[in-house]
T-cell receptor, first 113, second 115 residues
Framework: GESVGLHLPTLSVQEGDNSIINCAYSNSASDYFIWYKQESGKGPQFIIDIRSNMDKRQGQRVTVLLNKTVKHLSLQIAATQPGDSAVYFCAENSGGSNYKLTFGKGTLLTVNP | DSGVTQTPKHLITATGQRVTLRCSPRSGDLSVYWYQQSLDQGLQFLIQYYNGEERAKGNILERFSAQQFPDLHSELNLSSLELGDSALYFC??????????????FGPGTRLTVL
């Protein structure tokens, strides 16, 4: 597994700026990808998902981009707010109809007011 | 509040002991998933139950076992505990169990400390 915790990649942004969090996934057969947000002391919370037959999906203030050629996933957060401060994880499902979810290394996003 | 409840919030025990973690899914959800989150391994999927039956298995050790009861609550049993089992254990639930993806709702977690 990958390491999280004390050596998390970090991203610090100013309130109102856009944030981009990147994730490299490992399995070219993965067909479903999810971004989770985890605030301190809480469980992960679903943000947005994307299937492998898409390259972009938009939600409220968030956009996920998928580049299968280089196995790269990104999460864009528009007009970042202090409440967006959290650890963000990407996850890939490589099991098809059988559940096999692998989480990537989290990124700590800090939003400065 | 996700609607998923987990007890206890914190658990401190000694090596070699056995503990049971409990999870109640959201009302109406049939699937329960267990995850382990540790500093060195990150977030890892352990096991999934759907309507009382094991549906998928991840990186679950043989010392660990789980079950889902008729009322759909689930228990994760951890035995012969080692220092390395210290972690946050999350339960999540979803309406269905596959094959199409189901959004999962996570509980607040149980923090296990093995001394």
């Amino acid at each position: 597994g990958e390491s999280v915790g004390l050596h998390l990649p970090t991203l610090s942004v100013q309130e109102g700026d856009n944030s981009i969090i990147n994730c490299a996934y490992s399995n070219s057969a993965s067909d479903y990808f999810i971004w989770y947000k985890q605030e301190s002391g809480k469980g992960p919370q679903f943000i947005i998902d994307i299937r492998s037959n898409m390259d972009k999906r938009q939600g409220q203030r968030v956009t996920v981009l998928l580049n299968k050629t280089v196995k790269h996933l990104s999460l864009q957060i528009a007009a970042t707010q202090p409440g967006d401060s959290a650890v963000y994880f990407c996850a890939e499902n490589s099991g098809g109809s059988n559940y096999k979810l692998t989480f990537g290394k989290g990124t700590l996003l800090t939003v400065n007011p | 509040d996700s609607g998923v409840t987990q007890t206890p919030k914190h658990l401190i025990t000694a090596t070699g002991q056995r503990v049971t973690l409990r999870c109640s899914p959201r009302s109406g959800d049939l699937s329960v998933y267990w995850y382990q989150q540790s500093l060195d391994q990150g977030l890892q999927f352990l096991i999934q139950y759907y309507n009382g039956e094991e549906r998928a298995k991840g990186n679950i050790l043989e010392r660990f076992s789980a079950q889902q009861f008729p009322d759909l609550h689930s228990e994760l049993n951890l035995s012969s505990l080692e220092l390395g089992d210290s972690a946050l254990y999350f339960c999540a639930s979803s309406v269905g169990g596959g094959p199409l993806w189901q959004e999962q709702f996570f509980g607040p977690g149980t923090r296990l400390t093995v001394l």
